[in-house]
Every structure is written in structure tokens, then in C-alpha cells.
């Protein structure tokens, strides 16, 4: 069974250049988490999906941060525009439903350099 | 609210020695409790877990982590150290009505020849 798969692993960008990065669950899991892991500390949650819904976003810099889940399968998760502190590794993670059990599959994540 | 402490971001043993990765967590009702391990370039992979059955909990690669209320505490341990176990080790809580996953600050695993 495939595992969870992000891309791109790797991006280099500019400051204030923007950039997205897909998600493509594992097949049947109705929970989809986007973390973000800045280096040396454990991963802090973005935004949380059940199905299409956003259910947790609290988390989440509106104001240069977006994500969607259309058909409640992948998702993208886009920043415009990046700034220097963004630079971090972005996990994306599923389960087949809420984090009570909290066996969340992660993927590889993708990491990000603002230059 | 809820959190957890990982003492020590560093920890080095020898090979065949004992492994101890301390946590404490902070809930204010029953927690899940959770070890995460992170090799170098990939995702997180579930050690194992506690939910609210046995106190000791036994989980992939020889590990075990023992819940204990009294002390607030999820330490892991693994009696004898082998160099593929480097790697970071995540300690993480969820508990509250939202069940939240909440992560520790991770502790890296060196393992010396």
C-alpha cells in the first residue's frame, strides 16, 4: 500500500515569491493533516481536514497561508507571499479518522529555503 | 490545555546499552500517549502508543514505554541499543474534547560504536 507522498521534497525560493505543496493521502483516509517542523523542534499543526472540512485552523497564518482539500482526497497547501521565517520542513500526514488514536501516517515532507 | 517535556534534546548511549528517552506531559484529563521516531529525510513513524489499557506498552523495534500517572511520565526505553535506533524520537499528547495531537521537542538519538 502506498504511503503518503508529498511534493516537491525540496524548494528554493525567493522572499515574497509564492509556493504550494501537494499532499496525496493514504487511499481511505478521511483525516488530513498539514504540520509544520522548524528544525530542531517537533512538528506544530497547521490545519486539520475531516473529508472536504477544514475542522482546525487556528493554527494557520491566514493572512499568507491557504490550503484546500477539493474531493476531500489531496490537498495543496500554498504561501504568497514566503517570507525568510517560513523556511522549514512542511509534513503532511492521514488517518483514517480523528487524532484519537493518533496514528497518524506522515509523508516525507517538503522542505522549504526562503532565500 | 496539554503539553510535553522531553528532557534532553541529546541523548548518546553505546551500543548494547540501555536506551532512556524521558517525557513528561501536562493534561487535564486521561491523555493518549504516543512515541514517534524520525529518521534523517522522512516522515514520522508511529513506536507506539498508550490508550488507556495496559500501563506498559510494547511497541515496534524492541521498544517499550511504561504510562505512570503518579509521575506524569511516558518514558521510553529499549534495553540494548542497536545502530540502526539513531535517529530523533518524538514524545506527543492528545487529550480534550478536540484530541489534538501535540508533539514534544523532539530528542536526538546518537548511538556510539
Known amino acids: 500500500e502506498a504511503g503518503v507522498v508529498q511534493s516537491p521534497r525540496y524548494k528554493i525560493i525567493e522572499k515574497k515569491q509564492p509556493v504550494a505543496f501537494w499532499c496525496n493521502p493514504i487511499?481511505?483516509?478521511?483525516?488530513l493533516y498539514w504540520y509544520l517542523q522548524n528544525l530542531g523542534q517537533g512538528p506544530e499543526l497547521l490545519i486539520r481536514y475531516e473529508n472536504e472540512e477544514a475542522v482546525d485552523d487556528s493554527q494557520l497564518p491566514k493572512d499568507r497561508f491557504s490550503a484546500e482539500r477539493l474531493k476531500g482526497v489531496d490537498s495543496t497547501l500554498k504561501i504568497q507571499p514566503a517570507e525568510l521565517g517560513d523556511s522549514a520542513v512542511y509534513l503532511c500526514?492521514?488517518?483514517?479518522?480523528?487524532?484519537?488514536?493518533?496514528?497518524?501516517?506522515f509523508g516525507e515532507g517538503s522542505r522549504l529555503t526562503v532565500l | 490545555a496539554q503539553s510535553v517535556t522531553q528532557l534532553g534534546s541529546h541523548v548518546s548511549v553505546s551500543e548494547g546499552a540501555l536506551v532512556l528517552l524521558r517525557c513528561n506531559y501536562s493534561?487535564?484529563?486521561?491523555?493518549?500517549l504516543f512515541w514517534y521516531v524520525q529518521y534523517p529525510n522522512q516522515g514520522l513513524q508511529l513506536l507506539l502508543k498508550y490508550t488507556s489499557a495496559a500501563t506498559l506498552v510494547k511497541g515496534i523495534n524492541g521498544f517499550e514505554a511504561e504510562f505512570k500517572k503518579s509521575e506524569t511520565s511516558f518514558h521510553l526505553t529499549k534495553p540494548s541499543a542497536h545502530m540502526s535506533d539513531a535517529a530523533e524520537y518524538f514524545c506527543a499528547v492528545s487529550s480534550g474534547s478536540a484530541r489534538q495531537l501535540t508533539f514534544g521537542s523532539g530528542t536526538q538519538l546518537t548511538v556510539l560504536p
Open positions: 500526514a492521514s488517518s483514517l479518522s480523528g487524532p484519537d488514536t493518533g496514528e497518524l501516517f
Open positions: 493534561s487535564s484529563v486521561p491523555p493518549y
Open positions: 487511499s481511505g483516509h478521511n483525516t
